[in-house]
């Protein structure tokens, strides 16, 4: 008998939702078509993201009539000029080679160079630095070398540089354009002449290059300072820029921001008459509405491309950072109320401007009814009691603490602790005269 049988449980002992579940089977990739196991192997099951070969031309079966061969053939190529013969495996279509230029012979590609006549020459390019025997020479290796100034400065038989060689070279390339041209307006667009080669710039280009190529570790690691700390100073300095271009449009609406910074952030508007504001608090926050409006247009300037909206939503959260959620709700009620849409239709500069400056003046009249209340609420607590000063609280009871702990009475505790024959500051008791008179007896008569 089985153990599970006496303590009578069940002999599965997991339930059936809990019971192991099979493994999924991997998801096997089929092999594409056009391609043996062994290549979709090689490639570990991943098929390449761009096919070299076209999927129809692995299809694609050749005729049964047709019988294809490589043979070893030569060929000539257009892309030379000495006619030379070379050898290489062609595929031949029922013995028939294939005829036609070289397949490369395309890609050969030369560069057009200028030619010029002795008129022109004596005419427009002579040159007391450079012969005419130069002149030639330098074209004639510029046409074999496709202007490869290098190659052309290690191959010229007289000690010239390679910016010499160049500014040579394009020099009358551009002096043969205007002549060639019925009027130089006509050539002003064309690369030689409307970017001349620079001489100077280009040899200091070079030095710059050489110096970078030739710096150490730690002369890298100067410059990454160097670098940054530009990028703070100029990041500085656009911050001040952009505070000095929002000051001109704040200057004006100093006085409101006073005004809204001289009340307790918070629920300002529903005062209560029973709690008044103290003027000591009221003071003691400090204006920052200019600098948080300076920060957003900072950081606003930051972004360079930003919806104009956006932009609005970050100027009025910036102005109503000091009031409460009441004091906001008050505000777009207002604005409900003058007929003005919560966010302009037409979101333009100006409108935005014109619905800032509105906002702010109706935050700015709401602070001034809270300013009135709270003075109306002192001038009727001074008229209640005019010898209590404003904010005193009325109707205090004072309980000692030994009246709450069951102690002595501070009468009789006083007393105890006073000697006799000393005096008191508290006041004599009454006459005996103001005591009730006693009775008569009959043995007083």
């Given at each position: 008998m089985d153990a599970k049988d006496i303590l009578g449980l069940p002999k599965n002992a997991l339930p059936a939702a809990q019971e192991k579940k099979s493994r999924p089977q991997k998801d096997s990739h089929r092999k594409p078509d056009g391609i043996s196991r062994e290549v979709y192997a090689l490639t570990g099951g991943v098929p390449p993201l761009m096919p070299s070969i076209d999927l129809s031309q692995l299809r694609k079966r050749p005729p049964a009539d047709e019988k294809i061969t490589w043979q070893w053939l030569p060929f000539t190529s257009s892309a030379r000029k000495d006619n030379l013969q070379l050898y290489h495996w062609v595929r031949v279509v029922n013995g028939a080679p294939p005829t036609g230029d070289y397949s490369f012979a395309k890609y050969n590609k030369s560069v057009d160079i200028v030619q010029y006549t002795d008129e022109e020459y004596e005419k427009h390019l002579?040159?007391?630095?450079?012969?005419?025997?130069?002149?030639?020479?330098?074209?004639?290796?510029?046409?074999?070398?496709?202007?490869?100034?290098?190659?052309?400065?290690?191959?010229?038989?007289?000690?010239?540089?390679?910016?010499?060689?160049?500014?040579?070279?394009?020099?009358?390339?551009?002096?043969?354009?205007?002549?060639?041209?019925?009027?130089?307006?006509?050539?002003?667009?064309?690369?030689?002449?409307?970017?001349?080669?620079?001489?100077?710039?280009?040899?200091?280009?070079?030095?710059?290059?050489?110096?970078?190529?030739?710096?150490?570790?730690?002369?890298?690691?100067?410059?990454?300072?160097?670098?940054?700390?530009?990028?703070?100073?100029?990041?500085?300095?656009?911050?001040?820029?952009?505070?000095?271009?929002?000051?001109?449009?704040?200057?004006?609406?100093?006085?409101?921001?006073?005004?809204?910074?001289?009340?307790?952030?918070?629920?300002?508007?529903?005062?209560?008459?029973?709690?008044?504001?103290?003027?000591?608090?009221?003071?003691?926050?400090?204006?920052?509405?200019?600098?948080?409006?300076?920060?957003?247009?900072?950081?606003?300037?930051?972004?360079?491309?930003?919806?104009?909206?956006?932009?609005?939503?970050?100027?009025?959260?910036?102005?109503?950072?000091?009031?409460g959620l009441r004091t906001i709700k008050r505000v777009e009620q207002t604005l409900q109320e003058l007929g003005v849409n919560l966010k302009p239709r037409v979101p333009t500069k100006a409108v935005c401007a014109e619905h800032l400056e509105l906002r702010k003046e109706i935050l700015t009249l709401l602070n001034l009814q809270k300013q009135v209340q709270y003075k109306e609420t002192e001038n009727s607590s001074f008229r209640d009691n005019p010898y209590e000063a404003p904010g005193t609280p009325k109707d205090r009871m004072f309980v000692p603490d030994s009246m709450n702990f069951g102690g002595e009475r501070p009468g009789k505790r006083d007393q105890k602790r006073k000697g006799p024959g000393r005096g008191s500051e508290a006041p004599s008791s009454p006459a005996q005269s103001n005591k009730r008179p006693r009775k008569l007896k009959a043995s007083d008569l």
């Amino acid at each position: 008998m089985d153990a599970k049988d006496i303590l009578g449980l069940p002999k599965n002992a997991l339930p059936a939702a809990q019971e192991k579940k099979s493994r999924p089977q991997k998801d096997s990739h089929r092999k594409p078509d056009g391609i043996s196991r062994e290549v979709y192997a090689l490639t570990g099951g991943v098929p390449p993201l761009m096919p070299s070969i076209d999927l129809s031309q692995l299809r694609k079966r050749p005729p049964a009539d047709e019988k294809i061969t490589w043979q070893w053939l030569p060929f000539t190529s257009s892309a030379r000029k000495d006619n030379l013969q070379l050898y290489h495996w062609v595929r031949v279509v029922n013995g028939a080679p294939p005829t036609g230029d070289y397949s490369f012979a395309k890609y050969n590609k030369s560069v057009d160079i200028v030619q010029y006549t002795d008129e022109e020459y004596e005419k427009h390019l002579t040159d007391p630095a450079w012969t005419k025997e130069e002149t030639d020479q330098l074209f004639s290796l510029c046409k074999q070398f496709d202007l490869r100034f290098i190659i052309i400065a290690d191959r010229f038989p007289t000690s010239r540089t390679v910016e010499e060689l160049k500014d040579r070279y394009y020099h009358v390339c551009r002096a043969l354009v205007v002549a060639r041209a019925p009027s130089p307006v006509d050539v002003s667009g064309h690369p030689v002449v409307k970017e001349p080669y620079n001489v100077s710039q280009e040899k200091e280009r070079k030095r710059a290059l050489s110096m970078v190529l030739s710096q150490t570790k730690l002369q890298e690691k100067k410059d990454v300072e160097v670098l940054s700390e530009a990028k703070k100073i100029t990041e500085s300095r656009l911050a001040a820029k952009v505070a000095e271009e929002v000051e001109l449009p704040v200057a004006s609406n100093v006085a409101t921001e006073n005004t809204e910074k001289t009340t307790i952030p918070g629920d300002i508007v529903s005062p209560s008459p029973s709690v008044p504001v103290p003027s000591a608090v009221v003071a003691a926050v400090p204006s920052t509405l200019a600098a948080d409006n300076a920060a957003t247009v900072a950081s606003l300037r930051m972004l360079r491309v930003y919806l104009r909206t956006y932009a609005l939503d970050q100027m009025i959260q910036a102005a109503s950072a000091s009031a409460g959620l009441r004091t906001i709700k008050r505000v777009e009620q207002t604005l409900q109320e003058l007929g003005v849409n919560l966010k302009p239709r037409v979101p333009t500069k100006a409108v935005c401007a014109e619905h800032l400056e509105l906002r702010k003046e109706i935050l700015t009249l709401l602070n001034l009814q809270k300013q009135v209340q709270y003075k109306e609420t002192e001038n009727s607590s001074f008229r209640d009691n005019p010898y209590e000063a404003p904010g005193t609280p009325k109707d205090r009871m004072f309980v000692p603490d030994s009246m709450n702990f069951g102690g002595e009475r501070p009468g009789k505790r006083d007393q105890k602790r006073k000697g006799p024959g000393r005096g008191s500051e508290a006041p004599s008791s009454p006459a005996q005269s103001n005591k009730r008179p006693r009775k008569l007896k009959a043995s007083d008569l």
